[in-house]
């Protein structure tokens, strides 16, 4: 996906949340400031693989195999440690360093690509965390438009953003381990973007000309992706 498909979408982002396009923007500019281009040949595994995106809710201990059983394993945040500890390997991490900064930096160090992503509300977090990262495993992530080294593959939330990069990169079938759209012990504004991660996994399938299995039995009360 390049930006320019991927902007309306972003557009309705911003209105629905209230963020900052500006803030998004500043985020952006200093990661790119921070890190180094990334080389695409290290994801060439994506391509043709059936790809494991783990989300980080209740139900990925339960189905943890679902990723061990996979080729290619993407982890969104804290999904990694989960499944280092049913001794599942990840081969790459989509985080905004909201949480286990620590896996992410120590992933990168043992050579595990980690999508860092910044956007307006983690500019504290880039800043002080960028730099802890083996520079030629961070893989650098905007939701706005791309700049320099910082690529924009479609997606918002970590697990979405994560679809969205294994797509990108060609593979062939998409799994989601540990996606629990109605986790009740969230706060409001992780529901809304758990609300959001639905409807763009439902715009990606409908772009792959796929069905997910974690969406049967929801898409009809799924709001598109304008």
Known sequence: MNFDEWAPAYETVLTDFGFDRAADERARDLLADLASPFDPDR?????GATVAVAGAGPSLPDEADTARDADIVVAASTAADVLADRGVAVDLMATDLDKNVETAVSLSERGVPVAVHAHGDNVP???SAVPEFDADSLLPTTQAA???PVRNFGGFTDGDRGAFLADH???????FPGWDFDDDAVDPMKAKKLDWAERLLYWL??????RFAVLDGRRDDIEPVP
Do not use: K, N, Q, S
């Open 43 to 47: 994801l060439a595994a994506f391509d």
């Open 205 to 210: 399938e409908t772009r792959r000309g796929e």
């Open 146 to 148: 791309p700049t320099g």
């Open 169 to 175: 990169l060609g593979a062939a079938d998409l799994r």
């Open 125 to 127: 977090a880039v800043r």
